[in-house]
């Protein structure tokens, strides 16, 4: 089910009103972000690839094209490649987690992920959580990700390790 937020306005030369519709969100995907956000509040429960898979299942569910993001901080050094950490501010403090990669699921322009409460525009999206500018890569593009999820098979596109220790290396 979409809940679309509407734009009225003027267009063209002549001037006619238009409707356009702003990206869509859906009532799943939204509930379960602010569900998970909620639990934050007790530390990082499960793992990145946990909730990027879930949310991308909701939104295809709910007849959006989601894809994976994934954030990576590289740069390529003398001596090899730097993996720069990531440190979600939302989760700052003395035993806040550090990563070196993370996966969200993305629809059109917006990112769904649970450090934030509600989807958040792509391009604000590193800024805000992370505190500096790093592009977001696709992991798996919307149609690799709808056929994944199809087949019940998206989580084996990550790490093939147990999801147990995911956490530890995500």
């Not at 709808?146 to 999801?163: H, K, T, V």
């Amino acid at each position: 089910m979409f809940y679309p937020s509407l734009r009225i306005g003027r267009a063209g030369a002549r001037g006619r009103w238009v409707v356009r519709y702003n990206q869509c969100v859906t009532r799943a995907a939204t509930d379960y972000l602010r569900k998970v956000s909620a639990a934050l509040a007790d530390g990082y429960p499960d793992d990145c690839v946990t909730y990027a898979c879930r949310l991308a299942a909701l939104l295809a569910a709910d007849g959006e094209w989601p894809w994976i993001g994934r954030l990576r901080d590289i740069t390529k050094a003398g001596y090899g490649v730097h993996h720069g950490p990531l440190r979600p501010k939302v989760l700052a403090g003395r035993n806040g987690p550090t990563w070196t990669t993370h996966y969200v699921a993305c629809a059109g322009d917006r990112v769904y992920d649970p450090l934030a409460e509600a989807p958040i525009a792509l391009a604000d999206y590193a800024e805000t959580m992370f505190g500096r500018e790093i592009p977001l890569e696709t992991f798996l593009d919307a149609d690799a990700t709808a056929e994944l999820c199809r087949l019940g098979q998206l989580r084996s596109a990550f790490l093939p390790i147990a999801p147990t220790e995911a956490k530890h290396f995500v």
